[in-house]
Each structure stands twice: as C-alpha cells, then as structure tokens.
T-cell receptor, first 112, second 116 residues
C-alpha cells in the first residue's frame, strides 16, 4: 500500500539555524502538499507542488518536488521561534482518487 | 469566522457507547474529508465526500464507522460500539473541489475522543 515517510522525526535547532525535512513516497504522486501543525492545533495548509522538479518559495521557506515525483523537501532558512511545530507532507496517489496520504511528520523545536 | 467548525471539541465516552461528531465546512466548499490523528502521527484518511456523495472510504474504516453529508453541507461521523482504540483526534477538512490537482484542504479544530 501507499506509504509516505518523513525524516527526521524530530529536529532541534538553535534560532537562526537552517532546517530541512524530507518526504519520501513509495509510489509516484500526482501532487504533494505541505502542512504545518502547531502544538495543540490543527494542520494548516502551506503549499502545493504539482510539477516534476518544481520549486516554490514562501519567504524563508523553500519547497521542492523531486523529478520522479516520489519525494519532496521543505527547507527553512534562519529559523525563528514562530517556526515551531510539526511539518507534514501529504501526497495524492493518482491511482487512488482524491485520497491524500499524510507523512509521519517532522517535529521542529527552535531553541532561542 | 468562516472557517471549518467541528462539534464537540472534546468527547469522553465509555467503551461500547455510540458517538456522533459534526463538521460544518467552509460554505460553498464541495469536498469534505474526515481524518483521524493519533499522537505523534500524521492525519489518516477515513472518508471523503463530493457534495452529498460519499466517494471514497478507507479500507481501514470498520463497519462501526459511518459518515453522512445529507444536503451537501455539514457532515456527521458516527462511531458505534466505541473501543479504546478509537481514542484519537477526528479532523474534518473541506476544499473547493476544483478540477485537476489544485485542491487546498482547510482543516477544522478537530474533535478529541477519549474512550474509557
């Protein structure tokens, strides 16, 4: 079955350091979305990537979709305490309709 | 507030009881999703509606779970004969249901279920 894994599971960084989380799917995806979930909160949509090799930027956040559309990454430059939370990727398998498969998440802690 | 709302926010029940949760999506959103999330895990897809039609159900969804969206607006998720393993956060999300692959999901605050 479809599996979406993320690494690392946890990441502690000093404020100002960079952070990257990686998302890997067992199958080719039609698209991938990224969400942020603050402690005690609900997932909040960040971005969607559709094209092979696509790169999108949102201020300090850079999102990338792999050429084979099986992996993705989120990179945060110069982390701030407001970046704290768990980052999830969610992929859509073209063979299983509109179902999104969420990754296991990467929990980011930023030490001031 | 025009976001996705869920009710109740918390539910404590005894094993064997039935529970029902409600989700009110963003108005004019055609698609509605239900997910389950346990601590330290990502949301797990349960089912999905396009307007009033339930189009997809997870194979993990047992017969004790049923969902409806009778008028294509709000939705209910019922769990019959609850078990301790049902304890989780139940999340609802809605989206516009645009053609193609440009479908942003907006999540509600969730209903936290505790089965004693």
């Amino acid at each position: 079955g479809q599996q979406v894994m993320q690494i690392p599971q946890y990441q502690h960084v000093q404020e100002g350091e960079d952070f990257t989380t990686y998302c890997n799917s067992s199958t080719t995806l039609s698209n991938i979305q990224w969400y942020k979930q603050r402690p005690g909160g609900h997932p909040v949509f960040l971005i969607q990537l559709v094209k092979s090799g696509e790169v999108k930027k949102q201020k300090r956040l850079t999102f990338q979709f792999g050429e084979a559309k099986k992996n993705s990454s989120l990179h945060i430059t110069a982390t701030q305490t407001t970046d704290v939370g768990t980052y999830f990727c969610a992929g859509k398998d073209p063979n299983t309709g509109n179902q999104f498969y969420f990754g296991t998440g990467t929990s980011l802690t930023v030490i001031p | 507030d025009t976001g996705v709302s869920q009710d109740p926010r918390h539910k404590i029940t005894k094993r064997g009881q039935n529970v029902t949760f409600r989700c009110d999506p963003i108005s004019e959103h055609n698609r509605l999703y239900w997910y389950r999330q346990t601590l330290g895990q990502g949301p797990e897809f349960l089912t999905y509606f396009q307007n009033e039609a339930q189009l997809e159900k997870s194979r993990l969804l047992s017969d004790r779970f049923s969902a409806e969206r009778p008028k294509g607006s709000f939705s209910t998720l019922e769990i019959q004969r609850t078990e301790q393993g049902d304890s989780a956060m139940y999340l609802c999300a809605s989206s516009r249901g645009l053609a193609g692959d440009t479908d942003t999901q907006y999540f509600g605050p969730g209903t936290r279920l505790t089965v004693l």
